[in-house]
């Protein structure tokens, strides 16, 4: 490649990074850094009316926490700033009259109304009104009004737009890197409307001026927007600018079923499809962070979607994901999302962890619940260790380890029917056995323990099952003499007693 690669991620902030959103973010991101490239970041808040306060940060925010944050942006290397449309404004005007002098667009001053009535016409013919080459010349348009006319009502401050001329009955043949080539036809496209009277350009015309004036590269972006390429490129060739090249990603599909993912999937079933929560007077829509996952295993799970390096490898670090990812390999097809999947990376990122982080994770939880401060570090690291296998998210840690904390006030049904007659004498020789050990670890309390089982030719489940039912209260958890390390010999030998005097 010669040209130095600057790739862009260019949302609109109408509402919270849609899951689909963050993946392309990702791959813009993965490829800029596989290139030795920039990776920026644009917002695109030309339509005032869609504007939401707050999406803007919460973008931001979003690529911070999952690590692949935009070399430049509003407030950072601001290269070619500023970096929201709204601040380009005074930007894209000459852009528009250069389109009208080369004949490459038009005014029009059809106001809704007229509008209106020539698609109700078309309905009653069995037609559809199409904005194009076919009616042009029968609107209300600069192409039929005089240069001295169309002067005088712009400068009368009557309302007009200006759209774009498409070419008439012209084959495209362009290229994509993820589609290969494909075919547009001009006559089947309508004049989009590229700048409005209130002095705002359109996403089209905006779109265009700024990858140009910044450079963009490649524009990687989701497959909703192929059928805006061959209007870009017309646009690129009007102004007689190079084209970046496209790259159109896969839609990310429901996990039943054959439709594209939408924001109001998560919370219908249950999952994240938003980074971080977003709150409204409606409600939170939940995020990942939140739900307690790490920003590695989401960054892997959607580099995944849609792509991968061509073997059956799934763990991926960002670094190696920037090694591996190559744009030719990204799918056509849609890639469907996998709620259960992504909680298994998770549980794979989790177990990666440093048990004392995790530790520390977890006393938030404690806390709560009341235990923390009776608690020493070194033991809840144990803890951590023992039971993370278990887990998807630290949020489970408290159902899987409560018995380390205290003491049973219930015992599973089903397992004290196994509780029988001779049970209470073994477990009263149980507590003599453990009176007796002086060194309280857990490989010498089962050799003891065990020992004498076999010198009585006492069967294991008729000492181990009420064992760990009186310290558990179920028949869970990690290996019982660990647990009984951790508790210790008294709280051990309480909870037996405990258990005699209950069942
Ligand atoms: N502003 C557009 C969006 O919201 C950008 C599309 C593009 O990348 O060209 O997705």
């Known amino acids: ?160 737009v200006i759209r774009f001329k498409t070419p008439v009955a012209e084959t495209l043949h362009l290229h994509d890197i993820i589609r290969g080539d494909v075919k547009f036809e001009t006559s089947l496209l309508d004049d989009k409307v590229l700048f409005k009277s209130d002095g705002m350009p359109t996403y089209h015309l905006a779109n265009i001026v700024d990858d140009h004036l910044m450079e963009t590269s490649h524009v990687i972006r989701g497959e909703e927007w192929l059928p805006s390429m061959p209007l870009h490129v017309l646009l690129y060739r009007a102004f007689g600018w190079e084209a970046p090249e496209f790259a159109h990603l896969p839609l990310i599909m429901k996990p039943i079923g054959n439709g594209k993912l939408s924001k109001r999937d998560g919370d219908k079933m249950g999952f994240p499809v938003f980074p971080l929560d977003w709150k409204t007077e409606e409600g939170i829509s939940s995020g990942y962070r939140e739900k307690g996952f790490f920003p590695e295993a989401v960054v892997n799970f959607l580099a995944l979607l849609g792509w991968n390096d061509g073997t059956e490898k799934e763990l991926f670090t960002l670094q190696e994901l920037i090694s591996a990812f190559d744009l030719s390999r990204v799918h056509k097809s849609g890639a469907k999302f996998d709620p259960e999947k992504n909680k298994w990376f998770n549980h794979q990122y989790l177990i990666k962890q440093k048990d004392e982080d995790l530790a520390k994770a977890f006393l938030p939880i404690l806390n709560e619940k009341g235990f923390s401060n009776t608690l020493e570090m070194t033991k809840l690291i144990k803890i951590v260790s023992l039971i993370k296998d278990r887990a998807h998210f630290v949020s489970e840690f408290w159902e899987l380890s409560d018995f380390f904390f205290a003491a049973p006030t219930a015992y599973d049904e089903k397992a004290s029917k196994n509780w029988k007659e001779e049970t209470p004498f073994l477990m009263q020789s149980l507590i003599s056995i453990l009176e007796e050990i002086g060194e309280f670890s857990s490989m010498n309390i089962e050799t003891i323990v065990k020992d004498w089982m076999t010198k009585n030719e006492i069967g294991m489940g008729k000492v181990m099952q009420p064992f760990r039912l009186s310290l558990v209260g179920a028949l869970k958890g990690p290996h019982l003499f660990d647990i009984v390390e951790l508790i210790g010999k008294e709280e051990t030998i309480n909870r037996i007693q405990k258990a005699i005097a209950t069942l």
């Open 1 to 160: 490649m010669s040209k130095q690669v600057r790739v862009r991620f260019a949302p609109s902030p109408t509402g919270p990074l849609h899951i689909g959103g963050v993946r392309t973010a990702l791959f813009n991101y993965l490829f800029a850094k596989k290139n030795n490239g920039v990776f920026f970041l644009r917002i695109e808040d030309t339509d005032q009316n869609r504007f939401v306060p707050g999406a803007e940060e919460y973008i931001m925010e979003a690529l911070e926490w999952l690590g692949i944050s935009p070399d430049e942006t509003i407030g950072k290397n601001e290269k070619f700033g500023p970096y929201k449309q709204s601040e380009r404004k005074h930007l894209y005007k000459q852009y528009a009259d250069e389109l009208i002098n080369s004949g490459n667009a038009y005014y029009a001053f059809d106001t809704a109304e007229a509008l209106d009535l020539h698609r109700k016409q078309h309905e009653e013919q069995g037609k559809t009104f199409i904005y194009n080459h076919h009616n042009r010349e029968k609107l209300d348009t600069s192409l039929v009004i005089s240069a001295d006319e169309t002067a005088k009502r712009i400068a009368s401050g009557e309302d007009f």
